[in-house]
């Protein structure tokens, strides 16, 4: 059972062992419109939590990325910066940004699981 | 998207409820509340427009008449464009100047019977109606049209649709207007507009706009277009977008719209600037627009730096994202002089990191215009 949590920022997280996936909720895909460009950090590189890890550039503008956690980035998802219309299509699976190898699980602490952010996201408007 | 962040109350178009039953995301611009978008998105609204034919609310926009028998002959004194020698049923674009040759705004200026028919920047039309009333003679009544609504119809299949409401539209000439019945409503139609397709604007009363814009869009061949996409299809065609690429601080000549002095006003001057502008056309500019094509995939968006290969700031992107037609990011900018040969390598300094990029001819995408 995987352990799955969002950010007020709307990145999701998944937590598989002491690695995490993270990308953009289908709420960040739909406000930005049709993504034309990712920007991933390099394997190996140390992102922190609430601090730029990637970018993403719609047809109108470009949006920070921010890491929900802290950690090594252990691997990208080359996939989205070769076609980057994948993070529409398919945000929460085959549009994920990177895996992160967890730094200090108690950061999964402060995030929101999913009936919070579903109702986050109703909040908003 | 560049958004005016003005809090007084947004109006809205004699389009509004079309656009909210469709799906429109409405955003802020130029005091109005417009669409974005609608549900297909920008790319596929834009693709459409270049495959088939997109229809536009471009209400927002300024749209006046010069009454006068000199109205022509009477604006020349603040525009390079040659007016005077304007056929009746012809339009021209034509630039606002200030005195030391900047530009104040861009405009559509048509030849009509009883003077000329204009069509101004939203953002601009408070301040181009007040300077045309403080300018122009007494005899020239500036006269905005209230409640009035302009639509634009781009595309290849644009002429097409239009026919079926209106026979023998798609005979008009490319930069012509005329008075039609379109499916049954008095309208002033020009061939022209803002996406280097074949296209009409149509202007119509308010009330009868919304009738109008539905019968387009029950054509298989139109879908609606928003803000977002009217910028990426007028970005790849080359064109300038008023407080962007062109403004009070920039001439005609640095903005590469040399073309539009008339013959004889550059022998005879007599508009505001013309001493700078027509030094500048003997010298040549400073600075130049130019088209820029990023070698890699990141967007260098307005405001990026541009920076020569020893690091030295050159210019300025002006307008810049990703060209849905071209595949590929692409921009605008000034950049000095030295540096506007097409293929000069430059960098674009984009979340701080210089990005190889080269000038581009301009347009991105060939325009298709209607050639008779």
Redesign the interface.
């Known amino acids: 059972m995987s352990t799955l949590r969002f950010t007020e920022d709307h990145e999701w997280v998944r937590l598989d062992g002491d690695v995490v996936a993270i990308g953009i909720t289908d709420y960040a895909q739909s406000q930005l419109g049709d993504v034309v460009y990712v920007e991933l950090p390099e394997p190996g590189r140390r992102v922190e939590k609430g601090k730029e890890a990637a970018v993403v550039e719609s047809a109108k503008a470009a949006s920070e990325v921010y890491a929900p956690v802290s950690g090594e980035v252990i691997e990208t998802n080359q996939a989205i910066v070769e076609e980057p219309a994948r993070v529409n299509a398919d945000p929460m699976g085959e549009g994920w940004f990177m895996k992160v190898r967890l730094a200090d699980a108690a950061e999964l602490e402060g995030l929101m699981d999913e009936a919070a952010y579903t109702s986050f996201v109703a909040g908003l408007g | 998207?560049p958004l005016s962040a003005d809090p007084a109350p947004l109006r809205r178009t004699p389009l509004h409820a079309v656009h909210i039953a469709r799906g429109a995301r409405m955003v802020p611009f130029a005091g109005y509340e417009m669409p974005?978008?609608y549900a297909a998105?920008?790319?596929?609204e834009?693709l459409h427009t270049r495959a088939q034919a997109g229809l536009f609310d471009v209400s927002h926009m300024g749209q006046a008449t010069l009454r006068g028998a000199d109205a022509a002959r009477a604006l020349e004194a603040l525009v390079p464009g040659d007016l005077d020698g304007l056929g009746l049923g012809r339009t021209r674009y034509t630039l606002l100047l200030n005195e030391t040759g900047g530009i104040l705004d861009d405009l559509m200026a048509t030849r009509t019977a009883d003077g000329l028919s204009l069509v101004v920047n939203a953002s601009r039309k408070e301040a181009d109606f007040a300077h045309l009333r403080e300018r122009l003679p007494r005899g020239i009544a500036v006269e905005p049209l209230i409640d009035w609504a302009l639509l634009a119809l781009q595309g290849p299949l644009a002429a097409t649709v239009l026919a079926r409401h209106a026979p023998g539209i798609d005979r008009l000439a490319f930069m012509a207007a005329t008075e039609a019945s379109v499916a049954g409503t008095r309208c002033w139609v020009t061939r022209s507009g803002y996406t280097g397709e074949d296209g009409f604007e149509i202007s119509l009363a308010a009330d009868a706009a919304p009738a109008l814009a539905e019968a387009l869009l029950a054509e298989p061949e139109v879908a609606p277009v928003g803000l977002?996409?009217r910028d990426?299809l007028r970005l790849e065609a080359g064109l300038c977008l008023y407080g962007h690429d062109i403004d009070e601080g920039t001439t005609p000549v640095e903005a590469g719209l040399s073309w539009t002095i008339g013959k004889r006003r550059r022998s005879e001057g007599g508009f505001p600037g013309a001493d700078a502008v027509l030094r500048q056309l003997s010298d040549g500019p400073r600075r130049k627009r130019v088209g820029i094509r990023p070698d890699g995939?990141?967007?260098a968006?307005e405001g990026t730096d541009i920076v020569d290969d020893s690091g030295r700031s050159v210019g300025r992107v002006t307008s810049g994202?990703?060209g849905?037609t071209v595949g590929a990011?692409i921009a605008m900018g000034y950049v000095r002089a030295e540096q506007a040969r097409q293929g000069e390598p430059l960098s674009l300094v984009v979340?701080g990191v210089a990005r190889p990029a080269r000038v581009a001819p301009l347009p991105f995408v060939p325009h298709r215009y209607h050639r008779a």
């Open positions: 998207m974005v978008q998105g920008i790319l596929a834009h977002g996409a990426t995939r990141a967007p968006r994202g990703f849905p990011p979340r």
